[in-house]
């Protein structure tokens, strides 16, 4: 929190008296406001970023990007037989990354005055890689038991919004925005597995792709303002 204190007091300084805080060679970083009113990140992204090409116009991207992994490990399930008790060990891993790119043209509709309606429209695209794996070894078997599953999936398509921007300070405005997208996915999966009783690995892959369309609920945002020169 103390960074973004930080920010609101350079953005606060860093324009004259005379000067808009929107415009030709004007930059500012969008971050979003949750219901407890903490800020998070932007459209998903790990920054928002917005130029001004004009006094009506303007461009924002955003890039985001996510990574997760896992690993549970049950060892030491011992299960019982009448005439040959033994051991399993299961181990379970997966490995997942998110990336996203997106951009934006926007136009603002009223380029003066303290509450600016706008919209925009700009490419999107996607990356998502999943990886997943079982190995079972039991005390029995001559060989373990393996599972395993990587996929990659691809988004590519367009994305609008429309929104209102109401300049509460000059450096500081506060967002209410509404976003829909469409976009084309393909998704490539493979499942490769080899059982204990055949060490020999089997492949079988598959791909498919759809259409989604999703729309988002309205966003309450808010954006810093700083001058990127002298323009």
């Given at each position: 929190m103390k960074y973004i204190c930080i920010i609101i007091v350079i953005v606060t300084f860093s324009f004259g008296s005379d000067n808009p805080p929107y415009g030709k060679g004007s930059g500012s970083l969008q971050f979003r406001l949750d219901e407890n009113f903490s800020i998070s990140n932007?459209?998903?992204?790990?920054?928002?970023?917005?130029?001004?090409?004009?006094?009506?116009?303007?461009?924002?991207?955003?890039?985001?990007?996510?990574?997760?992994?896992?690993?549970?490990?049950?060892?030491?399930?011992?299960?019982?037989?009448?005439?040959?008790?033994?051991?399993?060990?299961?181990?379970?891993r997966r490995n997942e990354i998110d990336f996203q790119l997106w951009c934006s043209y926007i136009r603002f509709m009223k380029p003066s005055g303290e509450i600016v309606l706008y919209y925009g429209f700009g490419p999107i695209f996607s990356y998502e890689h999943d990886y997943r794996k079982q190995t079972i070894e039991d005390s029995s078997w001559d060989n373990d038991s393996i599972y395993q599953s990587p996929s990659n999936t691809y988004g590519l398509g367009l994305h609008s919004i429309l929104g209102i921007e109401w300049f509460k300070h000059r450096n500081i405005s506060f967002l209410f925005e509404y976003g829909c997208r469409i976009e084309y996915i393909k998704t490539l999966y493979e499942q490769e597995y080899s059982d204990h009783y055949n060490a020999d690995d089997r492949i079988v892959s598959r791909d498919y792709s759809r259409i989604d369309f999703s729309a988002n609920e309205v966003k309450l945002g808010i954006s810093f303002y700083f001058k990127m020169g002298d323009e």
């Open positions: 932007y459209e998903g992204a790990l920054f928002s970023y917005q130029y001004g090409l004009s006094e009506s116009t303007s461009i924002r991207y955003g890039v985001s990007f996510d990574a997760f992994t896992s690993k549970d490990d049950e060892d030491d399930n011992q299960y019982i037989d009448s005439d040959d008790p033994h051991l399993i060990d299961e181990l379970n």
